[in-house]
């Protein structure tokens, strides 16, 4: 019986330095995803004391083997947020690719606190 969806946690309250990237860890795509389907949960919010957090960019990074070297294919970026953050959710659609990584860049004016999770069918 086939699960209607799968739920990957990606990031739980991790901080993320002003002009840096999180990057999750690989996702093998090969038997989670039967129809294709991709959503990304994403919270972004202020962190450390600052007045706001950076502007964050949402892009998918992926690679034909798991330990490899991931690249953002063309039209890789799915989402962007900004300095005050923000939270909801996104459908992405990702190149047919065995693995994958969620990467989140923050901007320059301040360190987010990042939360996010990949939603698959």
Known sequence: MERAITSISLFKSQKVSAGSSGISDPIDLRDISKRGEFGVYYKTAVAGGVATCGSA???????????????????????????????????????????????VAIGTSGTALVSASLHVR
């Open 57 to 103: 960019k949402l892009s998918f990074l992926g690679c034909n083997v798991y330990d490899g070297t991931y690249i953002s294919p063309t039209n890789g970026t799915f989402g962007t947020i900004g300095d005050s953050g923000s939270e909801g959710f996104v459908s992405i659609t990702p190149p047919v690719m065995p693995f994958m990584k969620i990467e």
